[in-house]
């Protein structure tokens, strides 16, 4: 069981700085794992990336449903994405929104489908395919772990309301 830690927002370096390549697969790595999870969960998210906790590794889990409705849960460490080529691509144009952006969401236009390599908690090599909300989620953790949020991928007026209205919530507690 991991501990519940504190969500980092927009606005904290950590989350604006590309994360670290994990290089130990080790007991360390495996409570931060179970952290991530727990945090996650308790924020009723369905994908957490290492620095949202303030950790700067490569990182994230996920818990998401697919297309047909069935959840997909686990780890990927060191993900690369891949997203179908340009003359392939369908675009879902559905809202999204984040953890570290708390109570905002936008329109964001994304791939229908997605794709991850990387390595579970114990170093074997895994792989991610995704489509619906986890075509969504794979990228939008890929890119925080790179140091971008998902309201950087917005057009800039658009992009602008998220942030105005996540620090007009904020003021108002
Ligand atoms: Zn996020």
Same mark, same amino acid.
């Given at each position: 069981?991991?501990?519940? *830690? ?11 700085? $590309? ?10 790595? %495996?409570?931060?794992?179970?952290? /991530? ?5 308790? !924020? ?5 990336? !290492?620095?949202?906790? @303030?950790?700067?590794? %490569? ?10 409705? &069935? ?9 690369? #994405?891949?997203?179908?080529? =340009? ?9 999204? @929104?984040?953890?570290?952006? $708390?109570?905002?969401? !936008?329109?964001?236009? %994304?791939?229908? *489908? !997605? ?17 619906? /909300? ?10 925080? =772990? ?7 991928? =917005?057009? &800039? ?5 998220? #942030?105005?209205?996540?620090? &007009? ?5």
């Amino acid at each position: 069981m991991g501990e519940v *830690r504190p969500i980092v927002h927009v606005g904290d370096p950590v989350l604006h700085t $590309p994360c670290e390549p994990v290089t130990r697969f080790d007991d360390e790595l %495996r409570e931060l794992v179970d952290d /991530m999870f727990a945090s996650m969960y308790a !924020a009723n998210g369905v994908g957490l990336a !290492a620095n949202q906790i @303030g950790v700067p590794l %490569r990182v994230f889990v996920y818990d998401c449903p697919d297309e047909n409705g &069935a959840n997909h849960k686990g780890v990927v460490v060191n993900p690369t #994405l891949e997203l179908p080529g =340009l003359g392939q691509r369908r675009l879902d144009a559905g809202e999204e @929104g984040c953890l570290s952006v $708390p109570g905002q969401f !936008a329109p964001l236009p %994304r791939p229908d *489908r !997605a794709t991850v390599h990387g390595f579970d908690a114990e170093g074997r090599p895994v792989t991610v395919e995704g489509t619906s /909300m986890l075509a969504r989620c794979l990228p939008h953790e890929t890119d925080h =772990l790179d140091g971008y949020l998902y309201s950087e991928r =917005l057009p &800039a007026k658009r992009r602008k309301q998220v #942030l105005a209205a996540y620090e &007009a919530a904020k003021a108002a507690g």
